[in-house]
């Protein structure tokens, strides 16, 4: 699906002694102590600052380049020392709290073992992390029916190299908000489409619909039309190969996630996707 990433390839032999560290107990974004407000209290959703979103782009960075470990050979010594060195860059950047504890499940597993579910949940990521990536002026978003270039992508934002990681941290500079209101609604717009596809599979006019929805008029440049649907490569969303929309409807629902995150904030894997 994506290609074999090796950013990574020190000429020091494998420490087979070597300790993974331990996991860190992370509590959720906003959670109050036992002082604080109570459970029921009502919190409205708040964008992240820059340095959270630059924090939890570099941790998303980690983590996919981990699942793509696992498209190559767990013999080369090479593999071993990607996987200790990745562990060694989240803690000399110091973003460990920001990591999830599935993230750090899928982190922590030695080479060729990480399980199937968990390697393609966390590599599909990637497609989160492009839009962060965007958010932070590091990427240009990639076409909506393509899947981002993982290598580009994570070396943009510093991977593996901890002082570029680092410089990116302590002066993190998002798009303005009235942007990134922009991609919410194209991607949300991009994801309503391919998901209704999935449950009604006709044509529509995705034109009209970009003027006229539910969740207010859209730009609809980024998209392809034919005969005013959207087309996924060369053709029409209702004449394209089922897998070309299966992977650009797993793609949006990544993608609109990571925006939504970028308006709502909370915990990433939490956020609402619904269309």
């Known amino acids: ?17 070597a300790v993974l560290p331990e996991m860190p107990s992370v509590q959720p974004l906003g959670e109050e102590d036992a002082n604080g407000p109570d ?18 782009a570099l ?19 090479w593999v071993a020392d990607y996987h200790r060195d ?24 030695p080479a060729g073992t990480l399980d199937e579910r968990a390697q393609i949940n966390a590599t599909w990521r990637l497609e989160g992390l492009v839009v962060l990536a965007w958010a932070l002026r590091r990427f240009d978003m990639p076409p909506y029916d ?16 901890a002082a570029e990681a680092r410089e990116l941290l302590q002066a993190p500079t998002l798009r303005a908000s009235d ?7 194209q991607l949300l717009g991009l994801h309503w489409r391919v ?12 034109l009209a619909f970009s ?42 629902m990544e993608r609109h996630q990571a925006i939504n995150w970028l308006v709502e904030g909370g915990i990433y894997s939490e956020t609402d996707t619904s269309t």
């Open 39 to 56: 459970d029921d209290a009502h919190v409205e959703p708040a964008p992240p600052p820059p340095e959270r979103v630059a924090r939890r």
């Open 86 to 109: 990745t562990l060694a860059w989240i803690d000399e950047i110091g973003i460990a709290d920001e990591l999830e504890p599935d993230e750090w499940k899928v982190l922590q597993r």
């Open 179 to 185: 942007e990134v209101e922009v991609m919410r609604k």
């Open 211 to 252: 003027k006229n929805c539910w969740f207010g008029q859209f730009d609809i440049t980024p998209f392809r039309l034919i005969g005013n649907d959207l087309a996924l490569g060369p053709d029409a969303i209702s004449d394209a190969p089922e897998e070309l929309v299966e992977l650009v409807s797993s793609c949006a």
């Open 1 to 17: 699906m994506w290609p074999t990433t090796k950013v990574i390839g020190p000429d020091d032999d494998f420490d087979a002694d």
């Open 59 to 77: 941790a998303l960075a980690a983590v996919t380049s981990r699942a793509l470990l696992e498209q190559d050979d767990p013999n080369e010594s």
């Open 195 to 206: 998901r209704n596809f999935g449950l009604r599979p006709r044509a529509m006019d995705f």
């Open 146 to 161: 393509e899947l981002v270039n993982p290598q580009e992508l994570i070396r943009s934002l510093g991977f593996p190299d």
